[in-house]
């Protein structure tokens, strides 16, 4: 399984990026997806989740109403828009495909997981 995630960078604050994780249509076109980050000297945390057909979502408190999550179902590519970029939104991202097909916010039920891309919010 091999997932690439893309379109980190740096963007000042209140701006935009979108992100986007490349997979193979195969393995994950029943599974659920997901984005997690990674802050410098923190602990990964979890973004969004999107089902395996794109009909449920779920995001953390800290990004709800600014990131959305989806992917086109003739797609096998996940897309994060993020939105009013804050600097706490630092850190590494990482796409991840789950086994189910349930969005879940537990990075546990991730099985494949994406190199990762920088994205840094600064003035």
């Known amino acids: 399984v091999q997932l690439q995630a893309s379109g980190g960078g740096l963007v000042q604050p209140g701006g935009s990026l979108r992100l986007s994780c490349a997979a193979s249509?195969?393995?994950?076109?029943?599974?659920?997806m997901g984005w997690f980050r990674q802050a410098p000297g923190k602990e990964r945390e979890f973004v969004a989740a999107?089902?395996?057909?794109?009909?449920?979502?779920y995001y953390s408190d800290s990004v709800k109403d600014r990131f959305t999550i989806s992917r086109p179902r003739a797609s096998s590519t996940m897309y994060l828009q993020m939105n009013r970029l804050k600097p706490e939104d630092t850190g590494v991202y990482y796409c991840?495909?789950?086994?189910?097909?349930?969005?879940?916010?537990?990075?546990?039920?991730?099985?494949?997981w994406g190199q990762g891309t920088l994205v840094t919010v600064s003035s």
């Open positions: 249509r195969r393995t994950t076109s029943n599974n659920a």
């Open positions: 999107i089902s395996w057909n794109g009909g449920d979502t």
């Open positions: 991840a495909a789950a086994r189910g097909s349930s969005a879940t916010p537990n990075a546990e039920r991730y099985h494949y």
